[in-house]
């Protein structure tokens, strides 16, 4: 990453912001016909995931650690599937649990494609997928960056960027 680009707090850029907003509004249009408003971004210092069910991939670049979760409430991520496979889902299962995980993939890389572009240099990551009830606990004193989207239907998730 060139020092260039690299801010005092690394959630306050908005390259950063923006590389994954544009990720969700380009994944989501283009694997599930789906368009999403943005709400307002936020820095949490006591961070709590807000989904049912999550996507979490590990981000390195350089000395930058950090993770992007993206956490779905059940309607939101039924609603995703719905579009994007014409299924029907009512419960969060082993294939919901799968295009959770193609999803974080997907939109994580499309993010880092941009930051890279941009003198960034992350690494590719394998997601996780979280399910049920969950609490993420941070391992350090760093912030979460959360940026709210809203579906159509009103139902909402969560890109949750923390970074230490």
Same mark, same amino acid.
Request: proline share 4%.
């Given at each position: 990453?060139?020092?260039?680009? *690299?801010? $005092?707090?690394?959630?306050?850029?908005?390259?950063?912001?923006?590389?994954?907003?544009?990720?969700?509004?380009?994944?989501?249009?283009?694997?599930?016909? *789906?368009?999403? +408003? =943005?709400?307002?971004?936020?820095?949490?210092?006591?961070?709590?995931?807000?989904?049912?069910?999550?996507?979490?991939?590990?981000?390195?670049?350089?000395?930058? +650690?950090?993770? @992007? =979760?993206?956490?779905?409430? +059940? #309607?939101?991520?039924?609603?995703?599937?719905?579009? @994007?496979?014409?299924? &029907?889902?009512?419960?969060?299962?082993?294939?919901?649990?799968?295009?959770?995980?193609?999803?974080?993939?997907? $939109?994580?890389?499309?993010? &880092? *494609?941009?930051?890279?572009?941009?003198?960034?240099?992350?690494?590719?990551?394998?997601? /996780?997928?979280?399910?049920? =009830?969950?609490? $993420?606990?941070?391992?350090?004193?760093?912030? /979460?960056?959360? $940026?709210?989207?809203?579906? #159509?239907?009103?139902?909402?998730?969560?890109? #949750?960027?923390?970074?230490?």
């Amino acid at each position: 990453m060139s020092a260039a680009l *690299t801010p $005092i707090n690394p959630l306050l850029d908005k390259n950063l912001i923006n590389a994954f907003i544009d990720g969700v509004v380009k994944t989501l249009s283009l694997m599930a016909n *789906t368009n999403v +408003k =943005t709400m307002k971004p936020s820095v949490e210092k006591n961070f709590q995931a807000k989904g049912d069910i999550a996507g979490m991939v590990g981000m390195v670049a350089g000395p930058m +650690k950090g993770t @992007m =979760t993206i956490s779905y409430q +059940k #309607e939101a991520i039924f609603s995703i599937l719905d579009k @994007m496979l014409g299924e &029907k889902h009512t419960e969060i299962d082993g294939p919901v649990a799968d295009a959770v995980g193609e999803l974080a993939n997907q $939109i994580y890389g499309s993010a &880092k *494609t941009t930051l890279n572009q941009m003198g960034f240099a992350f690494e590719m990551a394998i997601p /996780t997928v979280i399910r049920g =009830t969950f609490t $993420i606990s941070k391992a350090h004193n760093g912030a /979460t960056l959360v $940026i709210p989207f809203e579906l #159509e239907n009103g139902a909402k998730f969560f890109v #949750e960027i923390t970074v230490c």
